[in-house]
């Protein structure tokens, strides 16, 4: 029988991110294969975890370039990109809670990649008058994450409705990432 390895990553993806502490055979269950099949594909839970870095990465881009972040207002393009992320938000929330990707000095390009994008979103916000200036763009992006792992869970475990998650996280950073004008 032949072995669909995405499916394997969403499956695992799916499970660890409602409970990262499953277990490399809990994680085989949820995917419909031995623990065996498993391990031949992922030599371990380290390998697994790297495996769904890679796919995080890649969705995270996916949805980077179908936000068009260049294009209209940042506010609009940052609207855009918390919709087309809510499929990977799960997957999303449990790499950024992943302790060992950070486990080396050195960050992963990916992340880097990611970082310097959306960090490029709401320097181009500030620059532009749309978002505070005296909120780093670093901090913005760190925000965004924690925001949208926060939505995962909540959606996940069924306190706020999956339809609902673009505009809450959306309206929430943009309300306070906004530069006001002062009376």
């Known amino acids: 029988m032949s072995v669909d390895r995405d499916q394997v990553l969403r499956?695992?993806?799916?499970q660890l991110t409602r409970k990262g502490s499953s277990t490399m055979d809990e994680v085989?269950?949820?995917a419909g294969i031995s623990r065996a099949t498993l391990h031949r594909h992922f030599a371990g839970r380290d390998a697994l975890v790297r495996a769904l870095e890679e796919l995080g990465i890649q969705e995270c881009e996916a949805a980077l370039e179908a936000a068009r972040l260049g294009e209209d207002s940042?506010?609009?393009?940052?609207?855009?990109?918390?919709?087309e992320i809510q499929p990977a938000a799960g997957l999303l929330a449990f790499l950024v809670t992943e302790n060992?990707?950070?486990?080396?000095?050195a960050q992963h390009?990916?992340?880097?990649?990611?970082?310097?994008?959306?960090?490029?979103?709401?320097?181009?916000?500030q620059e532009g008058g749309?978002?505070?200036?005296?909120?780093?763009?670093?901090?913005?992006?760190?925000?965004?994450?924690g925001?949208?792992?926060a939505g995962a869970w909540a959606v996940?475990?069924?306190?706020?409705?999956a339809k609902d998650f673009t505009h809450m996280i959306a309206e929430l950073l943009i309300g306070g990432a906004q530069r006001r004008v002062e009376p």
Do not use: H, M
Not at 100 to 105: I, K, S
């Open 11 to 14: 499956s695992a993806a799916a």
């Open 28 to 30: 085989a269950r949820a």
């Open 74 to 83: 940042a506010e609009e393009a940052l609207r855009r990109l918390v919709k």
């Open 100 to 105: 060992q990707l950070f486990e080396d000095d």
């Open 109 to 125: 390009e990916g992340w880097s990649r990611l970082d310097d994008n959306i960090g490029a979103l709401f320097r181009r916000g």
């Open 130 to 145: 749309e978002f505070r200036i005296d909120l780093s763009p670093a901090w913005l992006t760190e925000a965004l994450y």
């Open 147 to 149: 925001l949208i792992g």
């Open 156 to 161: 996940l475990d069924g306190r706020v409705a």
